[in-house]
């Protein structure tokens, strides 16, 4: 919604959105093959569909993609699709076959990717000196992670492995809050869309001032 109401997504690292897609895919997967509650099975694959329409937000107001961006769309569900119904089958299998070795691999394997997509986020934050992600956005994720990581306590049995997501979620979250409230002290949050509009506003101006020129009579 907030890049929807700026036309803009600057400040949101496509790096960052691809490897949350990817991670999401993937827990959805062990989700489904682990039988977890009915809540954390829906969790990821919703989180994946918003995490698709930012991406294509990028294409849209960043790269101007018009007619490809509906492709680009068909071309990642199809993509989604597969890859966690293989995903799915994979970890269904080392399950049955009680191979804890590859069950913990494919569990963990989403939260090494939700994690290091952070990372991209973190350094264009750093470089802008603001943090465009959502108070609203943030507080939700962490939330999430909370009460995703107790309603596992209330599971057949606790699974450690599906709590690593959720706990890595919470915690690079709080770092990015933390560096949020940072920025606001210094008075640099928020800077990088009030520069872009401004310079808008101003080629408006420029380009509204030309036009009256030309009318002018000489």
């Not at 070795?101 to 973190?122: M, Q, R, S």
């Not at 506003?201 to 020129?213: I, L, P, Q």
Request: hydrophobic share 50%.
């Amino acid at each position: 919604w907030q890049n929807y109401r700026r036309k803009s997504t600057e400040g949101v690292s496509v790096i960052m959105l691809y490897l949350w897609f990817i991670g999401n895919m993937l827990y959805g997967a062990y989700a489904v093959a682990d039988d977890l509650y009915f809540g954390l099975i829906i969790q990821p694959q919703l989180f994946a569909f918003f995490t698709l329409c930012n991406i294509l937000q990028v294409y849209w107001y960043a790269y101007k993609w018009r007619k490809s961006v509906f492709v680009a769309a068909l071309a990642l569900c199809i993509a989604y699709a597969g890859l966690h119904i293989g995903f799915w089958k994979a970890d269904e299998r080392a399950i049955l076959n009680h191979n804890d070795g590859a069950v913990t691999f494919l569990g963990v394997l989403p939260a090494i990717f939700i994690a290091v997509g952070f990372f991209p986020e973190f350094y264009v934050c750093v470089k802008e000196q603001s943090v465009e992600m959502s108070n609203f956005f943030i507080m939700l994720d962490i939330l999430g992670g909370v009460f995703s990581t107790i309603s596992l306590a209330f599971d057949h049995t606790f699974d450690y492995v599906a709590s690593i997501t959720y706990l890595v979620v919470v915690l690079l979250d709080i770092v990015l809050a933390l560096m949020k409230l940072y920025y606001h002290i210094r008075g640099t949050q928020g800077n990088v869309h009030h520069d872009h509009d401004t310079s808008s506003v101003e080629d408006d101006t420029d380009t509204h001032s030309t036009k009256d020129k030309q009318l002018l009579p000489t």
